[in-house]
C-alpha cells in the first residue's frame, strides 16, 4: 500500500529553521516523485515543493523560493523538506505525496494537487 509518512514538525520561532521527513511504507521512494504540500487554517491546500523520481529537478513555489530546499535520500528512502527562515505565514499542515510522475512535471505535480497523501504534520512558526 503506498503510504508516505511524515515528520518533522514542530514549534519554531520566525527566522528559525525546521526540517521534514517524508518516508516511504508499502513502496519504493525512488520511483515516485515527491511533493509537499500545506494547508493553512482558512486556506486551500497548496504545493510547496516537488522533486521528480528520475532527475533530481524539482519545483517551488514562489513563496519559498530561496528559503526552503527539497532532496531526497534514496537509500534512507526519505525525501526532505529543509525549511530555513521561516515566516509566521508558513504555519500550516505540512502533507508529503507521492506521484508516479513518467508523463508528468513536477511542476504539474505540485500546482495541480497529484499524489497519493500522507497524515500531515503540523509545523507552527511564532514567537
Known amino acids: 500500500q503506498l503510504q508516505p509518512v511524515e515528520s518533522g514538525g514542530g514549534l519554531v520561532q520566525p527566522g528559525g529553521s525546521l526540517r521534514l521527513s517524508c518516508a516511504a511504507s508499502?513502496?519504493?521512494?525512488?520511483?515516485?516523485?515527491i511533493g509537499w504540500f500545506r494547508q493553512a487554517p482558512g486556506k486551500e491546500r497548496e504545493g510547496v515543493s516537488c522533486?521528480?523520481?528520475?532527475?533530481?529537478?524539482?519545483y517551488y513555489a514562489d513563496s519559498v523560493k530561496g528559503r526552503f530546499t527539497i532532496s531526497r535520500d534514496n537509500a534512507k528512502n526519505t525525501v526532505y523538506l529543509q525549511m530555513n527562515s521561516l515566516k509566521p505565514e508558513d504555519t500550516a499542515v505540512y502533507y508529503c505525496?507521492?506521484?508516479?510522475?513518467?508523463?508528468?512535471?513536477?511542476?504539474?505535480?505540485?500546482?495541480?494537487?497529484?499524489?497519493?497523501w500522507g497524515q500531515g504534520t503540523q509545523g507552527t512558526v511564532s514567537s
Open positions: 505525496a507521492a506521484h508516479w510522475d513518467q508523463f508528468s512535471t513536477v511542476q504539474a505535480m505540485c500546482v495541480n494537487l497529484w499524489g497519493t
Open positions: 508499502g513502496f519504493t521512494l525512488d520511483s515516485y516523485a
Open positions: 522533486i521528480s523520481s528520475s532527475d533530481g529537478s524539482t
